[in-house]
């Protein structure tokens, strides 16, 4: 396979300006036609003697006829097809004045496409996904988004009783009937210019909610419908809600306005992704648009909000401002990631809650990847296939260097660079330059420093040290930092000083801006020695060190009175990471951490505020994945003995307490009565509190008595609720229950009434899945082996597989149990989904590239499994990837 550099870019010699085309859909393939309208491009340096290129997967697609302005075309005279490429050579456009029209006619089959990629079948309806390469399986195109162009004219044709709903991008323009066989077709046209990867068409027997939004600044009505198969209209409201939401918040935010007279919105059930942004006909993950209180979690409803936010915002960045090419994936990424974080903090009403679940996630995905063998810079230099690189390191990373922009330059000179920013690139294809240019620019300010952040990977290290001069009155902040960068990164600090003795705030938050190698900082007029709160916010992405003597006291303090609601978290997570640390190195019980810890646990479990998610993700221990990224071997078992071993303890400490709290919010809970589930952030909250204690109630199960009174507990919890929020975690506790016949009675039956409640839905046996394989029980490879045999597994729906396979590479403890079980499993199955589907394959594979980072035993073993995957013939591009770069 062939590894493409950044630096090798080279503008189109020629390029397509309008496309037109014609799907002509039957059982069993679909012919497709494609009238490109093709002119050399002036921006190019050297054209006229290049031949035309364009992108088509042999493998996908046969070429049946090629015409130009209307005449065929010879193979082997005036084209020919070179493995994925059809070439027509320079003098056929030189000979028609530098403009001509290519018709080409595939026969492309949908139906056994199982890579869904390109035009694919999902159940009973067909649908598209092109980014990054799909469209060249769909047609002969240059498949790149520099080639923006309009799409005059998409015709779609197709069975009327078994697709009357045909869909594309844009707007609507034309439909009908065709002939007396029952045939009727759509014609769509969009007037905006885009590239192929934002291209879909979708045809189905599909039901839908439907409503309209005004847009303010200009009064546009627009008709919004959000589709999905007839069983699952029900589940759709609260997508068609979030879209609404995420409409007025763009203008409000940001001034941005729909453009189209349409927004339509397509759940399918097999999607490798997420969500996808194509103009004007966003496709979702069915995970990711259904839900309703039975069958979603407030997560999942929080996660729907935010990716329709998500999808919607891309249509400005995005689809109205591109990428020029595949390397600039962070450009449209990071950004929109970030402003679906703000849209989800706003929504939620508060940030300090977003940002600590985004830190969450951050640490435990994109620092794992920067510590890893696929580590690369937001910005990667090369690829072999781009669908390896949507990453928690270009996305969420991404998104944490636009939050440091908007840091540095304040809201208002954000929102200038934003406003620049369009001003200057809308409707074209550009760099992540660019948009550093826009920002400096908005603003005079010289940002040359912070392009390091592009190019730099890993994860840097900030130091500070502290020095008060008493006679001086001043307070001296030294920071350094340290990167894979030759010379020093542009880093914000957020910073605020409290009084070491009141804890009052006596300087509030600054932003430092680390730009040497070393820097010291100084605060005056201090009457007494202060505690800093560094990085408030989490600032930046990087490793916060300290060299303070007593760290842990500092914590103690911070988590006790610190402003900074993300900075008191952190202080109280250092405080516990630092006791599992202890505890895994077998350090005596009753040492001074653990006085801190239950000093920090009990202090956040006595607040009596409405904040009951604050409150909650301040008992949370950090995970187990956040604690591996601070050791440099992982001992998995050890790790996962002795966080549950620090949680016991903290759960005996304080069980009554604990108990009587959660009685509290039981009871006032109950008044909601069935079926009548609140989805404001009180409601959510208090659910998430009570979840946190059952978890906590239920890790207290060393004896006969304490199972019986732990399982009862689940099992109550279980039998009452009928929301998804409650009973999920009622049934995770009880998942890892074992021991004496009635507890695992207990478990047994809440699963079995768990799977029959389901009726077949897939969405919650996803999750009937996932949470047998993540359990905690010494089996739990065996019985993840048997749920392969389940008749409704099937490794060709990348949510099931995700929600059994890679939900068992994350159950770390039991994923890298001593002999490689685990390792073996999953190596095997890698195998035999990288002949339905590479991207899937390559993502499940990343599951064992990380061996560096465990004994050499294990390591050893996982390797076994990369080699054995490399050896295999074929391997798809995508997973050779990845398991080359984890063999390096
Ligand atoms: N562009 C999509 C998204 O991030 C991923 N395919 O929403
Ligand atoms: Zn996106």
Redesign the pocket.
């Known amino acids: 396979p062939k590894e493409i550099f950044r630096t090798d870019y080279q503008p189109l010699p020629y390029k397509v300006t309008n496309i037109s085309m014609n799907f002509d859909i039957q059982d069993g393939y679909t012919i497709v036609t494609s009238d490109l309208t093709i002119v050399s491009n002036p921006d190019a340096s050297s054209t006229t003697m290049e031949d035309l290129i364009f992108d088509g997967e042999a493998e996908a697609l046969t070429l049946l006829s090629i015409e130009m302005n209307e005449k065929e075309l010879q193979s082997g005279i005036d084209y020919k097809v070179e493995g994925d490429a059809l070439i027509v050579p320079h003098q056929l456009l030189s000979s028609n004045n530098g403009s001509m029209v290519l018709t080409t006619r595939v026969k492309i089959i949908p139906e056994t496409n199982t890579q869904l990629s390109g035009l694919y079948k999902s159940g009973s309806m067909y649908c598209t996904q092109c ?1 990054a390469m799909g469209f060249r399986r769909i047609t002969y195109y240059p498949d790149r988004p520099d080639n923006m162009a309009i799409f005059d004219k998409v015709r779609i044709e197709a069975n009327k009783e078994l697709y009357p709903v045909l869909l594309g991008n844009g707007n609507k323009i034309e439909e009908g009937k065709v002939d007396e066989n029952g045939r009727h077709f759509a014609i769509w046209s969009d007037p905006f210019p885009k590239p192929s990867y934002l291209f879909c068409i979708v045809a189905g027997n599909l039901g839908s909610v439907s409503s309209t939004y005004t847009t303010r600044p200009s009064g546009r009505t627009v008709h919004l419908e959000v589709f999905s198969e007839h069983e699952n209209v029900s589940k759709l409201d609260h997508a068609l809600t979030s879209l609404k939401k995420s409409m007025m918040w763009d203008e409000d935010t940001f001034g941005l306005e729909y453009d189209l007279d349409v927004y339509n919105i397509v759940a399918v059930n097999d999607f490798n ?5 194509n103009k004007g006909l966003n496709v979702f993950n069915t995970a990711l648009t259904l839900a309703d209180p039975k069958s979603a979690t407030d997560s999942d409803y929080e996660r729907i909000e935010s990716v329709v936010g ?2 919607y915002f ?1 249509n400005w960045t ?1 689809n109205r401002v591109t990428c020029r090419d595949w390397f600039q994936l962070t450009l449209k ?1 990071g950004l ?1 990631v970030y402003r679906d974080q703000e849209f989800s903090g706003d929504m939620m009403n508060s940030h300090a809650v977003k940002r600590i679940e985004d830190v969450n996630a951050l640490r435990a995905r994109q620092f794992a990847e920067d510590a890893g063998p696929m580590s690369h810079p937001i910005r990667p230099e090369s690829y072999i296939s781009m669908d390896n690189f ?1 990453t928690a390191t270009v ?1 969420e990373k991404g998104a944490e260097v636009i939050r440091m922009y908007r840091t540095l330059l304040g809201k208002d000179g954000f929102r200038k660079g934003m406003d620049l920013y369009f001003k200057r690139h809308d409707g074209n294809a550009v760099t992540c330059d660019d948009f550093l240019s826009a920002m400096a620019d908005a603003n005079e300010v010289d940002l040359s420093q912070f392009k390091l952040w592009y190019s730099t990977n890993g994860t840097p290290t900030v130091k500070y040290g502290t020095r008060y001069d008493e006679a001086a009155k001043k307070f001296y902040l030294t920071l350094s930092q340290e990167s894979s960068s030759d010379t020093p990164l542009h880093i914000p600090v957020a910073v605020g000083l409290l009084d070491s003795v009141s804890g009052k705030e006596v300087v509030p938050t600054k932003v430092l801006e680390l730009k040497e190698k070393e820097q010291t900082f100084e605060f005056p007029g201090l009457d007494g020695d202060v505690v800093p709160s560094v990085l408030r916010g989490f600032s930046a992405p990087v490793k916060l060190v300290g060299s303070s003597s007593d760290e842990e006291k500092d914590w103690a303090f911070l988590a006790a009175n610190d402003s900074d609601g993300f900075n008191r978290w952190e202080a109280g997570q250092k405080l516990y990471t630092s006791l599992i640390f202890q505890t895994m190195k077998g350090a005596q019980s009753g040492s001074r951490t653990l006085e801190f810890v239950f000093e920090a646990f009990r202090r956040t479990l006595d607040l009596d505020s409405n904040d009951y998610s604050i409150q909650a993700y301040g008992l949370i221990l950090p995970s187990e994945s956040t604690l591996a990224e601070e050791l440099d071997v992982v001992d998995p078992v050890a790790l996962h003995k002795a966080r549950g071993d620090v949680k016991k303890s903290i759960a005996r400490q304080f069980y009554t307490e604990i108990r009587a709290k959660y009685d509290k919010l039981t009871a006032a809970m109950q008044g909601s009565g069935d079926g009548d589930i609140k989805l404001d952030a009180t409601s959510i909250g208090q659910r998430r509190l009570r979840n946190v204690l059952l978890d906590y109630l239920c890790s207290v199960k060393d004896t006969p008595e304490e199972r019986e009174v732990a399982s009862q507990l689940a099992m109550n919890q279980f039998q009452a609720s009928y929301g998804m929020t409650d009973r999920y975690a009622a049934l995770s506790c009880l998942a890892s229950m074992h021991g004496e016949a009635s507890v695992e009675t207990r478990r047994d039956t809440a699963l079995q009434k768990f799977y029959d409640d389901a009726e077949g839905d897939a969405l919650i046996l996803n999750k009937w899945f996932t949470v047998q394989a993540v359990a905690d029980l010494p089996d739990v490879l065996h019985r993840v082996k048997s749920l392969v045999e389940h008749p409704d597994f099937t490794l060709s729906n990348p949510n099931r597989c995700r929600s059994l396979i890679s939900a068992f590479s994350m159950n770390a403890a039991h994923f890298h149990a001593e002999g490689g079980e685990g390792y073996k499993f999953l190596g095997e199955i890698v195998a035999q989904v990288d002949k339905l589907n590479p991207q899937m394959s390559s993502r499940m594979g990343g599951g064992l590239i990380q061996w560096r980072k465990y004994s050499e035993e294990r390591g050893a073993l996982m390797k076994e499994e990369l080699h054995k995957l490399a050896n295999m013939k074929p391997i798809s591009p995508d997973l050779f990837e990845v398991v080359s770069r984890g063999l390096k």
Request: no cysteine.
């Open positions: 980014e992704m997420g969500a996808m942004e998500h999808e891309h995005g990424e929109t949507y996305y």
